[in-house]
């Protein structure tokens, strides 16, 4: 009786079309897919995450550049920034005087993961994230990206938003979408009815 050896199958990032385009076409790192779940692109190699709702995410996209990668899931927003943006985040919010105030601005840096967007022009299942400013294939990603001047600028010196030259850079959109985050978190507060003992 003759023992059949099944063929090798293919490693799944040649099998997943989702996986294989960001590889492929960006050089983004994915995580190893589950079944089920959606793919899941590696987080602080070659940018963080941040998220925040899409009401403040809206209002933030004017200190995101037009080459800026950003998708949408649901009410959330992402903003791609630079790799090592969200180990900044805490001290910024706390230099912009936003520090212990209660925010849905949060950030996805190294070790961390996001949902990959379905790319562009593909069809996607409801509910999964959708580029709203997709990567350009082919380009590097890294100079788009929102990012602080100079890291020794935080905690000390001048203020690094006051170059206009900067006017696209990590502190004013963190600035920016903190305003924001707060002011979503006000309405919804003020459309609570109130509850009284």
Known sequence: ????????????EQSDPVRQWYAN???WATAERRPGLPVQLLTGLRFDVLQLPA???????????PKAPVALR???MRLFVAAGSAD????LLDWLEWGGIPLDLTAVGAGGLTDAPTPPGWSGSQGAAVWLRPP???CEVEPTLPALPSLSCVGGG??????PAVGSGLVRLVDTAATQCHRVRLRRT???????S
């Open 158 to 163: 001048t203020a690094p938003h006051s170059d």
């Open 190 to 196: 003020r459309r609570q009815p109130l509850a009284f």
């Open 55 to 65: 009401e403040a995410g809206f209002a933030a996209l004017r200190h995101v550049g």
């Open 88 to 91: 900044e985040l805490p001290g």
């Open 136 to 138: 350009e294939p082919g």
């Open 74 to 76: 649901g009410d959330s």
């Open 25 to 27: 076409e960006l050089g």
């Open 1 to 12: 009786m003759a023992i059949t050896v099944p063929p090798p199958r293919a490693p799944a």
